[in-house]
């Protein structure tokens, strides 16, 4: 026996600016100023009440009923009505939040209270509230799209991004945290808990689809990667168009793995001698990508030489396989270098999972937990070790010098600050 879908209701809620307590209270004892008010805050905001699809919007508004919120002190809430559709609208004063028992300040200092470094129980108890009842204010953020909330505050969609799939753990269980990140800002954190292309592939698919409802001619020019495989062939198939680079630290920190049986003095000797080869590389402004190929062939020799034929041989393949995302790092000047941005942003949100047990819930809503925490990391950023919250207007600017935090294949630093990102 089938079972008939569910209809999603619209959401009719309209939370009005009263300025204060006492004049919501004494516009109630009048209805036709309380309409009045009302109205007059939507006309200036602009804001298209959501009527029945039969009505064009042309009614007037009327009091339909009212009922009492006891646990928030008996506070009356109001039902305004239209002629036409017969669509009934829930005013709520600034001071109440919808579907929540706790006040806008009380919920306000709860979440910057998560900031500090303590648990979600410390945060909740500090406020008098419960931590279920401070996780599903953040699940509540997160049902909102962080793509949707960033074009809003008026972000540029980015042309240039760091993608990379963390890993983090639900009790036991191995999960992966898809994220794309662009200069300090993620634009993207998923769930899932296999690493197969198909499964990012369907993540990302998420800031793709997003992206292309808020701007349809969006295009992504490059995108930095570790060079996992997977990684790759989920950005290929959602961005043909763009650039796939290798993040050039990944490279740095990985050829100590491909060097065996031989004395550490040694392993570290290369390694610096390797760094040493991306920073001059980095330095050409011309012929990069081709000087780059000759350094990396007589590289390869040079490990023969100090690490074996074997060792060499190794790193030579390894140097096949992902050369090409590092030409591609070198061949566009706004192409990030390295994905230490977004290795400090997942480092962020994991400490705050490690804090909160509510995330280690095997039937958690792990999605939209996630996607909170991500708005809540995006307008705190820690500067000096100080937390500053710019505003939303400061953002873009923030954003436009994004291409300097992330890297360019440009650097006039010294060699130690080469691959340093600030």
């Not at 009719?12 to 006492?22: H, K, L, N, P």
């Not at 109630?28 to 009527?51: I, N, R, S, T």
């Not at 991306?278 to 590289?299: D, I, M, N, S, T």
């Not at 047990?357 to 990391?377: E, T």
């Amino acid at each position: 026996m089938g079972t008939a879908a569910k209809l999603t209701r619209e959401n009719r809620t309209i939370t009005v600016d009263f300025r204060d307590d006492a004049t919501y209270f004494r516009l109630l004892e009048d209805g036709k100023a309380f309409v009045e008010c009302v109205l007059a805050f939507l006309m200036v905001l602009g804001f298209q009440l959501k009527h029945k699809a039969t009505c064009d919007g042309g009614g007037c508004l009327t009091r339909h009923s009212h009922y009492l919120r006891v646990r928030l002190g008996g506070v009356t809430i109001w039902r305004l009505q239209c002629t036409t559709c017969r669509a009934v609208f829930t005013v709520l004063p600034h001071f109440v939040l919808r579907y929540r028992q706790m006040r806008p300040e009380v919920a306000r200092d709860a979440l910057l209270a998560t900031h500090g470094g303590l648990s979600l129980e410390l945060c909740a108890v500090i406020y008098h509230i419960s931590p279920m009842a401070l996780y599903r204010l953040v699940c509540a953020l997160g049902h909102h799209s962080l793509v949707t909330v960033l074009t809003r505050c008026r972000l540029t969609l980015p042309p240039y991004f760091l993608a990379d799939e963390k890993h983090s753990r639900c009790l036991t269980a191995k999960v992966y945290l898809p994220t794309i990140v662009c200069g300090r800002v993620i634009w993207h954190l998923g769930y899932t808990e296999e690493a197969s292309a198909a499964a990012l592939t369907q993540s990302y698919g998420a800031f793709q689809r997003a992206a292309s409802q808020q701007e349809p001619s969006y295009r992504v020019k490059g995108v930095l990667i570790d060079g996992f495989d997977s990684t790759a062939k989920s950005m290929r198939t959602l961005f043909p168009r763009a650039r796939l680079g290798n993040c050039l630290r990944h490279a740095i920190n990985k050829l100590p793995g491909k060097l065996t049986a031989i004395p550490s003095s040694v392993r570290k000797t290369l390694r610096a001698q390797f760094h040493t080869l991306w920073y001059r590389a980095r330095q050409r402004k011309g012929l990069r990508v081709f000087a780059l190929g000759q350094r990396l062939r007589h590289f390869a020799d040079h490990v023969a030489v100090a690490a074996g034929p074997a060792n060499g041989e190794r790193v030579r393949r390894w140097f096949q396989d992902k050369k090409a995302g590092w030409y591609a790092v070198l061949a566009d000047p706004q192409m990030p270098v390295t994905s230490t941005l977004l290795d400090q942003a997942h480092n962020t949100i994991e400490r705050k999972l490690f804090a909160m047990k509510g995330f280690h819930h095997p039937k958690g809503s792990h999605q939209v937990f996630l996607c909170g925490l991500a708005h809540l990391y995006n307008p705190w950023r820690p500067t000096n070790g100080a937390l500053s919250m710019p505003a939303n207007v400061g953002w873009k600017s923030k954003e436009e010098q994004s291409q300097h935090e992330t890297g360019s294949s440009t650097c006039k630093s010294s060699r130690r600050e080469a691959f340093a990102e600030r």
